[in-house]
């Protein structure tokens, strides 16, 4: 069974910075995919960014040029730097961790969320 730890969520004044950080531990073999996503009330849970185990990354077009994911493969960690934060960035963030377990089980799993709101 995997585990996730977020931390780094908070409030910021539009055009400010937060730094989100999620570490996994437990059962992993191998980390395949490694991402975030967000749900705002009212809203459906989309994807933000995600980074492979290559180091490919994947944008949502909204956060491109302001969101940087960057992973640690050694600690199992995953980052969001968010710059430039806009209202609309308002949500529960979500580390979510796709990867292999001792047994060779495939594993998707969840962290608790972060909340980010970014307000005057």
């Known amino acids: 069974q995997v585990r996730l730890v977020e931390s780094g969520g908070g409030a910021v004044q539009p055009g400010g910075s937060l730094r989100l950080s999620c570490a996994a531990s437990g059962s992993i073999r191998v980390i395949s995919l490694m991402g975030w996503y967000r749900q705002a009330q009212g809203n459906q849970r989309e994807l933000v960014a995600t980074?492979?185990?290559?180091?490919?990354?994947n944008y949502e077009d909204s956060v491109k040029g302001r969101f940087t994911i960057s992973s640690d493969s050694a600690k199992n960690m995953v980052f969001l730097q968010m710059d430039s934060l806009k209202p609309e960035d308002t949500a529960v963030y979500y580390c979510n961790i796709q990867s292999l377990s001792m047994g060779f089980l495939p594993e998707n799993t969840w962290g608790q969320g972060t909340q980010v709101t970014v307000s005057s």
């Open positions: 980074i492979s185990r290559g180091g490919t990354t």
